[in-house]
């Protein structure tokens, strides 16, 4: 199965990936394999300092998880197995107590078969300092192709007006000679 994530949040991607594999492994060793060809996971920051949520096609092979900058690594483990059961074809009749809440009791100590794996957040990389050209000399660009089009649709209509004046004088000429 090929694993596309595309994270926007604060934490590393290759941990998420970690905890991702980890969770899909463990889950199919009481439900059977997970069959894909590959599977699209998106995560991205909560607006909400305390906002954790998901969306998940049913039967399907994509997922989108929204973490906020806080969360610990049980909530990211929840938020997963309860998107990728989705995935599998569960909907929430069919979930147990514990996959329906992350605060439920009995998820206290269910991950800690994930305890040896990291959660880092990314190293901060410094921005690029682009190359900021000033305001005008971008409009004067911008102005100078403007008239290099305008010119050129003036050759090009000069070139028109001249061939179309030609063939009515012509056919005024023929006109004439009737």
Known sequence: MKWEITNTSQFRTDDLRAIFKRIVKRVEKYRGKFVRSRYRITVRN???????????????????????????KQNVAWLFEHEHMHNRGDRHKDYTPRLMRES??????????????????????????ANVVPL???????????????????????????????????????????
Do not use: C
Request: aromatic residues 8%; glycine residues 4%.
């Open 46 to 72: 909560s607006k909400k300092k305390d906002r954790t949520s998901g969306r998940a096609t049913i039967n399907g092979s994509w997922m989108v998880m929204t973490l906020p900058p806080d969360t610990s």
């Open 136 to 178: 005008v000399e971008r409009r004067a660009a911008k102005a100078r192709r403007a008239l290099e089009r305008a010119l050129k649709d003036q050759k090009s209509a000069t070139a028109r007006v001249k061939k179309w004046t030609a063939k009515v004088k012509y056919y005024q000429r023929k006109e004439l000679t009737k």
């Open 104 to 129: 439920h009791p009995a998820n206290d100590g269910f991950y800690s078969y994930l305890d040896d794996l990291p959660l880092r957040h990314k190293d901060a990389e410094p921005k690029p300092v």
